[in-house]
């Protein structure tokens, strides 16, 4: 048996399934393409869906038996297209829809960190305009402000003065989510990927033109720098690493994902959010670290479907 033939057997008719509705759509169609092309070359039969379009008939009719979820955002991450495809019978990439629920949400996985002893940046939920002074004495000048269920720094704002309060929450309003206020942490962000139970080499994060990570930092600075191996102690980076497989174990996520947070004084990481499906362009950060330990990012690809689908 050849390798496209083994690969046919193992997975079956894979669909990429990528582009959608959220916020995160541009992300999602270049992450999605370049899964599709990555299958492609390790023999896998991948095809691309766009689930803008009517595709749970498309997945049913043409007997698709695996998919690979490259959708972003409340596409990809809130645990719906997790449960269509449970219904469906279709084997899929990444965390079970419980998991994807209780991360999309900042809120939600801010409090579960709390109450399992883990660090995140303190935070107040937002309720109006007249919360201001409230986060103001708690959280001091700037704080962060955002919506609980966007990703890649999409609704993101660092508030200076209250007219940028005000000016700012019109605009998240228009999200239809919760707001949370949350303490503001200068200096580089880090990253922790996750592939099959293993914690990969960590990545620094210095988003030099910027004031935070943000969305055009992510994906479109050539200015953004990008340090793997970190340049931590190694005994710092192994406590980190150790500490961060405990978050990903807690919320059940274990063939891969994502972890961003800062490194605070006393060397412990403070957790900012776990991303269920990471973006995988030229910019990000799973490959990046994967290709540290000698995984290409075709074979990453297809070690994703591999340990999802097994």
């Known amino acids: 048996m050849g390798l496209k033939e083994e690969n046919e057997d193992k997975f079956g008719k894979v669909a990429v399934l ?8 541009d992300i999602s169609l270049i992450t999605g393409k370049a899964v599709h092309e990555a299958l492609l070359n390790c023999t896998v039969d991948s095809h691309l869906i766009d ?9 049913v009719q043409e007997d698709f038996k695996s998919a690979w979820i490259a ?14 495809l449970n219904l469906l019978g279709i084997k899929y990439t990444g965390a079970n829809t419980l998991s994807c629920s209780m991360t999309m949400n900042k809120l ?3 409090n579960i960190l709390i109450s399992n002893g883990f660090q995140t940046p303190d935070f107040v939920l937002i309720d109006d305009e007249k919360d201001y002074e409230l986060i103001v004495n708690r959280l001091e000048i700037p704080f962060v402000m955002k919506p609980c269920s966007q990703g890649s720094s999409i609704g993101v704002f660092i508030i200076k003065e209250k007219k940028d309060f005000k000016e700012k929450l019109k605009e998240l309003l228009q999200f239809n989510d919760w707001i949370i206020a949350e303490k503001y942490y200068k200096g580089s962000e880090y990253t ?16 030099s033109n910027e004031e935070f990570y943000n969305y055009e930092a992510k994906y479109f600075s050539e200015d953004t720098t990008y340090i793997c191996p970190s340049q931590l102690a190694e005994s710092i980076e192994s406590k980190v690493k150790e500490t961060c497989s405990g978050v990903f174990n807690l919320f059940n996520i274990n063939s891969w994902g994502r972890l961003d947070f800062f490194i605070n004084d006393d060397n412990q990481p403070v957790f900012l959010e776990l991303n269920t499906v990471p973006g995988m362009t030229s910019h990000s950060l799973v490959p990046m670290a994967a290709k540290e330990i000698g995984i290409n990012f075709d074979n990453l690809c297809l070690e994703i479907l591999r340990t999802s689908i097994n």
């Open 18 to 25: 990528y582009g959608g509705y959220s916020s995160e759509r």
């Open 51 to 59: 689930t803008r379009g009517g595709f749970i008939d498309q997945l």
């Open 71 to 84: 959708l972003h955002g409340s596409d990809g991450e809130d645990g719906k297209i997790q449960s269509i």
């Open 108 to 110: 939600f996985s801010k």
């Open 192 to 207: 922790a990927g996750l592939l099959n139970g293993e914690v990969l080499p960590l990545v620094k994060i210095n988003a």
